[in-house]
Nanobody, 125 residues
Framework: QVELAEAGGGSVQYGGSLRLSCAAS????????MAWFRKPLGKEREAVAA??????YYTESVRGRFFVTLDRDKKRISLQMNGLKPEDTAMYFC????????????????????WGPGTQVTVSA
C-alpha cells in the first residue's frame, strides 16, 4: 500500500508564489509516475502537471508558471507555482501510479492508483 501526503498549500495574492510538496510512503518501489491534480469548487478535477524520471508534463493553463520536480529516489514530487491567479484556486491533490507517465494519459485521473487527501490553494485578486 502507498500513502501520499501533501504539504504547502495556503492563501496568496494575485501574482504570488507557493510551493507544494508530496511525499510517498509505504510500498513506494513500484511508483513510476507522480502527478498533481486540482479541483476547483464546483468544477471537475483536472490535471496540472506530472513527472517521471524522463519527462514532465503540464496542462496548458499552467505552462511557464508552474514547475514540477520529481525526486525519484525519495518518491517526492514538488510543484513550484508562480504567477498565481484567482483561477488557480482549488484543492490540489498529489497522485501516483505504477507505470510511467505518457503524453496521452498523464492527465487521466482514472490511471492513478494512489491519491493524497489534498491541500487547499487560494489566490485572491
Amino acid at each position: 500500500q502507498v500513502e501520499l501526503a501533501e504539504a504547502g498549500g495556503g492563501s496568496v495574492q494575485y501574482g504570488g508564489s507557493l510551493r507544494l510538496s508530496c511525499a510517498a510512503s509505504g510500498h513506494t518501489v513500484s511508483i513510476d509516475c507522480m502527478a498533481w491534480f486540482r479541483k476547483p469548487l464546483g468544477k471537475e478535477r483536472e490535471a496540472v502537471a506530472a513527472a517521471d524520471p524522463w519527462s514532465s508534463y503540464y496542462t496548458e493553463s499552467v505552462r511557464g508558471r508552474f514547475f514540477v520536480t520529481l525526486d525519484r529516489d525519495k518518491k517526492r514530487i514538488s510543484l513550484q507555482m508562480n504567477g498565481l491567479k484567482p483561477e488557480d484556486t482549488a484543492m490540489y491533490f498529489c497522485a501516483a501510479r505504477d507505470v510511467y507517465c505518457y503524453t496521452e494519459d498523464y492527465d487521466n485521473s482514472a490511471q492513478y492508483e494512489y491519491w493524497g487527501p489534498g491541500t487547499q490553494v487560494t489566490v485572491s485578486a
